[in-house]
């Protein structure tokens, strides 16, 4: 990782872009998009890990401060761990899966994408020992940059630097509590015990934030330079509110984001920008779906404020708005020369889940140009993944891996030197930028899935491994992606996102402990289709257990599966991931077919024993 700016300044030209009509494979792409943030683990790495060249780093970290801070993430292509951008990582992946979790099944990464949030939120946990004491780095940028080395045998120095009340970090502590309550939706039925753990770790860390106000890089002051706080903290305050808000269903945060949307900015940024500093367009497309959802009651008024401000930001991305950000020729969006792709990731989240908000809702984007149809913000995401996965005028995909023609010397330490398992000599400070640094050849480790800082402004790119303002990665490149790329490997059908969050069971004070996952069921196969189930979760309410059942249909035909008909008997519970027509089951209407090689993962709750899931009928394309 170099020096990363972010401001909040408007550009204001537009150039015309290409709509891309090539066809892409988003679920392969899904599936590299996540291989990156095994990469990028420190820590202990598990026995199921996948990216194989890495091994153990960082094992020490937190041990001169009294704190096992062993884990988490590094977040480019250096060895820090730096909580900000790490914290707005696990948000967005947190987010992708609590409203495209069925299509993330569908293509079988649901499980991926799950481990990649608590590989985070178990770090941030270790990070978070006392209520009013959060650790927001490991390790420095400047000592980290005077060396090229891999992270399993770094030298430099693994200080730990924290926020107290007498050096507060709200924006740090802000993002921190976002992340922790978003995915603590995402573990509400898989591990409700684990769910509430964080929930009680978002509690303290807004408290935290809310009560002992101040920048966190005033504190932790040699974050400055790397990611200094440029828009201050009220956008992480208003942003873990409404985080805490769909978590919990407390009012006291949906009154939170009422009472402070004028005097925090909520409503009154007009922001083209969205990304790990500046999170005001996040928080307007959250405050607009509680709007839409009906949930604002007296704050109505306020809300519709924050909604406006939400359009104006995607009628900034169309050009169809008052102040339109920059595109290139090629029609990339374009916010900065040093590592623009996190902000054209970040924009084609929040287009594709306003689309599907606004879908949903059966209303239309309004611009000063005119009304819009939602279909035009989903078009755009994909015009903007489309260009990352190669449809631009240099052919080049900037995603590591994808396609033929992708970055070969990414700006990474641990990719461009020989793998630790294969030579363990030592890479000296000094040395590594020596021996590896400078080498003209390929990296010998391929970081793949990694989605790199992308062209500049004409569409034009260098891959040298000391260009790293275009052939660096991010984390916060990658999270936001997740989402968009399991919603566009879905098709363009209709969604309806607005829908009430399915409540978590109820849960007596003393619950029961949750059961590691088993297998209920052997696997079963009719034909081409396999079928397996799991208990992944129980729970006591009112004295009766109930048994959270996981099944996963295989299609293990080299053929797409079309019109799958499931029959499932000695079901007396909810079920969620299937269309359901009187007692037959099949593929849900947002998936047109079953592609070879992947499965689908649907769950129902019931206090017996699993149900009788069977193949009733199948046709194959």
């Known amino acids: 990782m170099e020096i990363k700016f972010a401001s909040v300044a408007a550009l204001l030209l537009l150039l015309s872009f290409p709509v891309a009509f090539s066809g892409h494979d988003y679920g392969q792409a899904l599936s590299k998009s996540l291989l990156f943030f095994e990469a990028q683990r420190s820590g202990v790495l598990p026995r199921n890990q996948r990216v194989t060249w890495r091994s153990h780093s960082g094992l020490t970290d937190g041990k001169s401060s009294g704190v096992n801070l062993v884990g988490g993430y590094y977040d480019a292509g250096d060895n820090v761990k730096f909580g900000l951008p790490m914290a707005f990582t696990v948000t967005m992946m947190a987010w992708s899966v609590i409203e495209y979790g069925n299509q993330l099944a569908a293509n079988g990464e649901l499980g991926h994408s799950i481990d990649a949030i608590k590989w985070g939120t178990d770090y941030f946990i270790k990070a978070h020992p006392e209520p009013n004491v959060l650790y927001g780095e490991v390790g420095d940028g400047n000592t980290d940059h005077y060396c090229w080395q891999r992270p399993e045998e770094m030298t430099t120095d693994r200080k730990a630097y924290r926020i107290d009340p007498s050096n507060p970090g709200s924006d740090l502590a802000g993002e921190t509590a976002a992340a922790m309550a978003a995915a603590s939706i995402v573990f509400r039925r898989s591990n409700p015990a684990y769910s509430r753990l964080l929930l009680t770790h978002a509690y303290q860390l807004f408290d935290f934030a809310d009560k002992y106000r101040g920048k966190y890089d005033s504190s932790i002051t040699v974050a400055r330079k790397y990611y200094g706080s440029v828009s201050g903290y009220n956008d992480e305050l208003l942003w873990a509110a409404a985080w805490l808000y769909q978590a919990s269903n407390n009012q006291f945060y949906l009154d939170y984001l009422g009472r402070n949307g004028d005097s925090m900015g909520g409503t009154g940024w007009s922001m083209t920008e969205f990304g790990w500093d500046v999170k005001y367009a996040g928080v307007q497309t959250l405050v607009a779906k509680f709007l839409m959802q009906g949930k604002a009651g007296r704050h109505t008024a306020v809300f519709q404020k924050f909604q406006q401000k939400a359009d104006f930001f995607m009628c900034s991305l169309l050009g169809k708005g008052s102040r339109n950000i920059q595109k290139t020729p090629g029609g990339l969006i374009f916010r900065q020369r040093w590592n623009n792709m996190q902000f054209v990731t970040s924009a084609s989240f929040l287009t594709t889940v306003y689309s599907d908000y606004l879908t949903s809702s059966r209303s239309n984007l309004r611009c000063s140009a005119g009304n819009v149809a939602p279909s035009q913000l989903l078009s755009f995401a994909k015009s903007q993944v489309d260009y990352i996965l190669g449809d631009n005028p240099r052919a080049t995909s900037y995603m590591v891996g994808y396609g033929n023609n992708f970055p070969q010397r990414v700006h990474h330490r641990g990719s461009s030197i020989v793998s630790y398992k294969v030579d363990r000599s030592f890479v000296t400070c000094r040395g590594g930028y020596a021996t590896w640094f400078s080498r003209k050849g390929s990296d010998p480790n391929l970081l793949t899935g990694a989605i790199v800082g992308g062209p500049d402004a004409y569409d034009n790119f260098a ?131 079953l592609q070879s090689g992947k499965s689908l993962e649907f769950v129902y709750i019931h206090s017996t024993s699993p149900a009788n899931v069977a193949v009733s009928s199948y046709t194959l394309a």
């Open 463 to 593: 891959d040298r491994r000391d260009n790293y303002k275009q052939t660096e990665p991010a984390t916060y490149n990658n999270a936001p992606l997740l989402g968009v790329l399991a919603r566009l490997s879905s098709g363009h059908s209709g969604y309806s996102q607005l829908l009430p969050v399915v409540p978590a069971p109820v849960v007596v004070r003393r619950p029961m402990p949750i059961r590691k996952p088993r297998v209920t069921s052997p696997v079963r196969a009719s034909g081409p289709v396999a079928i397996v189930q799991k208990m992944t979760g129980s729970w006591v309410s009112k004295g009766r257990t109930y048994y959270r059942y996981s099944t996963t249909v295989i299609n293990k035909s080299p053929r797409a599966l079309k019109s799958l008909n499931l029959s499932i008997k000695n079901l007396y519970g909810p079920i969620w991931g299937l269309s359901r027509s009187g007692n037959s089951f099949g593929l849900p209407s947002w998936m047109q077919s």
